[in-house]
């Protein structure tokens, strides 16, 4: 059975920093996972991504404060967030890919298959 299991949310002040983890269990995931977060009352939002070949990516709202890795070996990808603002509260999902998609897809929720149960982040003003 494949889980994605995420950790590291919590409340956290304006300007602070979390590390947010996803931990892959039942198979291994060598190609795109990503973490999109979903707001109150919003729609679920891409994040960023890391694909199969190791591109980046990243939603132009937390570029340059958010960044995105991970570790093959652990079957684990991790998101490290700096310079949080109140705006970045949301559910965190971690989410994950079983084929090979083109870069111009990797933002695109449908073309990931495996889903995290999702980590409250609050950022707190």
């Known amino acids: 059975q494949v889980q994605l299991v995420e950790s590291g949310g919590g409340l956290v002040q304006d300007g602070g920093s979390l590390r947010l983890s996803c931990a892959a269990s039942g198979r291994t995931f060598s190609y795109g996972m990503g973490w999109f977060r979903q707001a109150p009352g919003k729609e679920r939002e891409f994040a960023a991504a890391?694909?199969?070949?190791?591109?980046?990516y990243y939603a132009d709202s937390v570029k340059g404060r958010f960044t995105i890795s991970r570790d093959n070996a652990k079957n684990t990808v991790y998101l490290q967030m700096n310079s949080l603002k109140p705006e970045d509260t949301a559910v965190y999902y971690c989410a994950a890919q079983s084929r090979v998609t083109g870069a111009g897809l990797i933002n695109i929720m449908t073309q990931y298959d495996y889903w995290g149960q999702g980590t409250q982040v609050t950022v707190s003003s």
């Open positions: 890391i694909s199969w070949s190791g591109g980046i």
